[in-house]
């Protein structure tokens, strides 16, 4: 009976394992670069080699041993069948716990799951059968059965991945047909002006602010959050473009060469806006140039009649004008503000299709957020607190840091070293240091990986070494600040910030 008991935990302890994994693969959009690139960073080196999961593979190799050494009589057998014994006793205590903080979590909502689209419910499916195939197995031929179900539990990442890339074949077969649906009736809407916007940064805030203005005009489409694949692109049309639509404005991402060019191809855009470029994702494309080139797709693919818009604060975008051939436009060379170009840009936009100066202003005047992406919000204490944790890049901390020149009182910011930025990395990080050694009195950086290179920027610009710390407890970081700041000080919290620190803050 005990034994079932024991099942019963472990059995919820892999169902939560197995939902966290699958919540890995979706945040890394099933790209394999994307999710091998994550086991580089500290977090991800931690899933792997954490204290309980070198604890359960130790306790393996215990039994593996024990399982070889011929037990005869006398102390040595005496040895042998107390390790045994207290093995089994540890592994019954372990899976009791970690069953249990399961089911806490479970009730609770605390954890990391997907999102339940059919492939993950098609997925989960499979795991689950698998799961309980071996549960089959195992209890009819009980011999060893802990053992099995330690291995089953250490190797869960492995299967879980294993079935991801197994079935790809499948998504890929769907997605191509989801693909080929999508183009299919786009071309039915020949009236339909699509705008294409793409670029390291600075997309979702244009779109945003883009259809925000045009909507006053026009009967406008939009991608929703996150829809920025061929996926999400291909859904947004076959569930919502129907014939009252006017614009459809398309935000396009991709990681790696070619990946605009198919969105360009599914959505047809004559109006296309790149919004600056940077070393973001530069582990998955390989260099700048691939980033560079990648982008640039986007105004290649526009129709000869068609219009380009550069952010003509972007290097790169300045560089991308002088090739492009066809009608250009450059916008936010005059911005100074936080996001400020992202506003331009729509607003140039706007113009060009028709809408009066009048009719732009008015538009902007009705976006209660004009700078999508962050917040700012009075805290606890009266801290003022920017909230920027929607996602992170080199030009947008800086932007953000450039932001907090303007504010009175000590000024803090708190972030997680930046990811997939390849060998861009030591120095992208160093000069986020140095930015940071310009502007802030203090500084929590929340992960370890390019801690050093960011404290080296900002103490070789005067910050103090005692006021650039690394530190990951929400708690403890809440305690930090409420020690060093006071009222109207401000708070800028960039990128993946802890929820429970941010709940504390606000």
Same mark, same amino acid.
């Given at each position: 009976?005990?034994?079932?008991?024991?099942?019963?935990?472990?059995?919820?302890?892999?169902?939560?394992?197995?939902?966290?994994?699958?919540?890995?693969?979706?945040?890394?959009?099933?790209?394999?670069?994307?999710?091998?690139?994550?086991?580089?960073?500290?977090?991800?080196?931690?899933?792997?080699?954490?204290?309980?999961?070198?604890?359960?593979?130790?306790?393996?190799?215990?039994?593996?041993?024990?399982?070889?050494?011929?037990?005869?009589?006398?102390?040595?057998?005496?040895?042998?069948?107390?390790?045994?014994?207290?093995?089994?006793?540890?592994?019954?205590?372990?899976?009791?716990?970690?069953?249990?903080?399961?089911?806490?979590?479970?009730?609770?909502?605390?954890?990391?799951?997907?999102?339940?689209?059919?492939?993950?419910?098609?997925?989960?499916?499979?795991?689950?059968?698998?799961?309980?195939?071996?549960?089959?197995?195992?209890?009819?031929?009980?011999?060893?059965?802990?053992?099995?179900?330690?291995?089953?539990?250490?190797?869960?990442?492995?299967?879980? /991945?294993?079935?991801?890339?197994?079935?790809?074949?499948?998504?890929?077969?769907?997605?191509?047909?989801?693909?080929?649906?999508?183009?299919?009736?786009?071309?039915?809407?020949?009236?339909?002006?699509? @705008?294409?916007?793409?670029?390291?940064?600075?997309?979702?805030?244009?779109?945003?602010?883009?259809?925000?203005?045009?909507?006053?005009?026009?009967?406008?489409?939009?991608?929703?959050?996150?829809?920025? /694949?061929?996926?999400?692109?291909?859904?947004?049309?076959?569930?919502?473009?129907?014939?009252?639509?006017?614009?459809?404005?398309?935000?396009?991402?991709?990681?790696?060469?070619?990946?605009?060019?198919?969105?360009?191809?599914?959505?047809?855009?004559?109006?296309?806006?790149?919004?600056?470029?940077?070393?973001?994702?530069?582990?998955?494309?390989?260099?700048?140039?691939?980033?560079?080139?990648?982008?640039?797709?986007?105004?290649? /693919?526009?129709?000869?009649?068609?219009?380009?818009?550069?952010?003509?604060?972007?290097?790169?975008?300045?560089?991308?004008?002088?090739?492009?051939?066809?009608?250009?436009?450059?916008?936010?060379?005059?911005?100074?503000?936080?996001?400020?170009?992202?506003?331009?840009?729509?607003?140039?936009?706007?113009?060009?299709?028709?809408?009066?100066?009048?009719?732009?202003?008015?538009?902007?005047?009705?976006?209660?957020?004009?700078?999508?992406?962050?917040?700012?919000?009075?805290?606890?204490?009266?801290?003022?607190?920017?909230?920027?944790?929607?996602?992170?890049?080199?030009?947008?901390?800086?932007?953000?840091?450039?932001?907090?020149?303007?504010?009175?009182?000590?000024?803090?910011? @708190?972030?997680?070293?930046?990811?997939?930025?390849?060998?861009?990395?030591?120095?992208?990080?160093?000069?986020?240091?140095?930015?940071?050694?310009?502007?802030?009195?203090?500084?929590?950086?929340?992960?370890?990986?390019?801690?050093?290179?960011?404290?080296?920027?900002?103490?070789?610009?005067?910050?103090?070494?005692?006021?650039?710390?690394?530190?990951?407890?929400?708690?403890?970081?809440?305690?930090?600040?409420?020690?060093?700041?006071?009222?109207?000080?401000?708070?800028?919290?960039? /990128?993946?910030?802890?929820?429970?620190?941010?709940?504390?803050?606000?």
């Amino acid at each position: 009976m005990i034994y079932y008991f024991l099942i019963f935990f472990w059995f919820i302890r892999q169902v939560k394992a197995g939902l966290f994994w699958f919540y890995l693969w979706q945040l890394k959009e099933y790209h394999i670069g994307r999710f091998i690139d994550h086991f580089r960073t500290e977090k991800g080196k931690k899933l792997l080699f954490n204290k309980l999961v070198i604890f359960k593979v130790f306790l393996l190799v215990v039994w593996i041993t024990m399982g070889y050494i011929s037990v005869g009589f006398g102390f040595f057998d005496m040895i042998h069948d107390f390790i045994l014994i207290f093995s089994v006793v540890i592994f019954f205590v372990m899976y009791f716990f970690e069953g249990i903080r399961a089911a806490s979590n479970y009730v609770s909502g605390k954890f990391l799951k997907p999102v339940f689209t059919r492939k993950i419910q098609f997925l989960s499916l499979i795991v689950l059968t698998f799961t309980f195939g071996f549960l089959f197995y195992t209890l009819r031929f009980s011999r060893r059965l802990l053992f099995k179900l330690l291995a089953f539990d250490i190797f869960i990442p492995l299967i879980v /991945s294993l079935i991801v890339l197994i079935f790809q074949p499948l998504a890929v077969l769907g997605r191509n047909q989801m693909i080929r649906k999508a183009k299919k009736k786009r071309e039915k809407f020949k009236e339909l002006l699509v @705008i294409g916007i793409t670029g390291s940064y600075g997309k979702t805030s244009t779109k945003e602010l883009l259809a925000s203005i045009l909507s006053k005009k026009y009967k406008v489409l939009k991608t929703k959050e996150h829809q920025n /694949s061929e996926i999400g692109i291909s859904q947004c049309i076959l569930d919502e473009l129907n014939s009252s639509h006017q614009v459809f404005v398309c935000e396009m991402g991709a990681y790696g060469i070619g990946g605009i060019k198919l969105l360009c191809d599914i959505a047809q855009p004559k109006i296309g806006i790149l919004t600056g470029i940077n070393e973001q994702h530069m582990a998955l494309f390989g260099s700048q140039e691939n980033i560079i080139k990648t982008k640039f797709e986007l105004i290649e /693919s526009l129709p000869n009649n068609g219009t380009a818009f550069l952010n003509g604060k972007n290097k790169h975008c300045l560089e991308l004008y002088h090739k492009t051939k066809i009608k250009k436009i450059l916008y936010g060379q005059e911005a100074k503000l936080l996001g400020e170009e992202n506003i331009e840009g729509a607003k140039a936009v706007a113009k060009e299709l028709g809408m009066s100066d009048n009719e732009i202003l008015k538009a902007v005047q009705k976006i209660e957020n004009k700078f999508p992406g962050i917040e700012l919000k009075k805290g606890k204490s009266g801290l003022n607190v920017i909230d920027a944790t929607y996602s992170a890049n080199p030009d947008g901390v800086i932007a953000h840091l450039d932001y907090l020149k303007a504010w009175k009182g000590k000024k803090v910011i @708190i972030m997680p070293c930046l990811i997939e930025l390849g060998k861009s990395s030591k120095e992208v990080h160093k000069r986020i240091g140095e930015k940071i050694g310009e502007v802030c009195d203090l500084a929590i950086i929340t992960t370890k990986e390019r801690f050093k290179e960011i404290k080296q920027g900002a103490v070789g610009k005067g910050m103090k070494n005692e006021n650039i710390l690394f530190l990951e407890n929400p708690k403890l970081i809440f305690e930090k600040i409420k020690d060093f700041n006071k009222e109207n000080d401000i708070i800028l919290l960039e /990128s993946r910030a802890p929820k429970l620190l941010i709940e504390q803050l606000k």
